[in-house]
């Protein structure tokens, strides 16, 4: 079993920054991929990125390609998403989760969730 716990988020205005964090508990952090989904009232469950396990292998979803940088610490267990120049179209609720996949952007192949935090940009 992995526990995911996400925080970070929060009230924004359009133009500005958060970074969200994820700090996982159990079995072997390393041994995982980890993504970055959200979801939006009345929509899907979309993917935003993953790092895998090795150390600067990441992949981004087109939508936040320069703008969100995902980051892994494995000696601390924890996953950040950096996120810049927001817009009020992603107003979500951002998950993080594991898989053990080698690479994944479905959220089937996910295994472990956090419960989400919301992330709202005001226009």
């Known amino acids: 079993q992995v526990q995911l716990v996400e925080s970070g988020g929060g009230l924004v205005q359009a133009g500005g920054s958060l970074r969200l964090s994820c700090a996982a508990s159990?079995?072997?952090?390393?041994?995982?991929?980890m993504g970055w989904f959200r979801q939006a009232p009345g929509k899907e469950r979309d993917f935003v990125a993953v790092a895998r396990w090795s150390i600067g292998s990441t992949y981004y979803a087109d939508s936040v390609k320069g703008r969100f940088t995902i980051s892994r610490d494995n000696a601390n267990s924890t996953v950040s998403l950096q996120m810049n120049s927001l817009k009020p179209e992603v107003t979500a609720v951002y998950y993080c989760?594991?898989?053990?996949?080698?690479?994944?952007?479905?959220?089937?192949?996910?295994?472990?969730w956090g419960q989400g935090t919301q992330v709202t940009v005001s226009s």
């Open positions: 159990g079995r072997t952090f390393s041994s995982y991929a």
């Open positions: 989760a594991a898989t053990a996949y080698s690479f994944a952007q479905e959220p089937y192949k996910y295994d472990y």
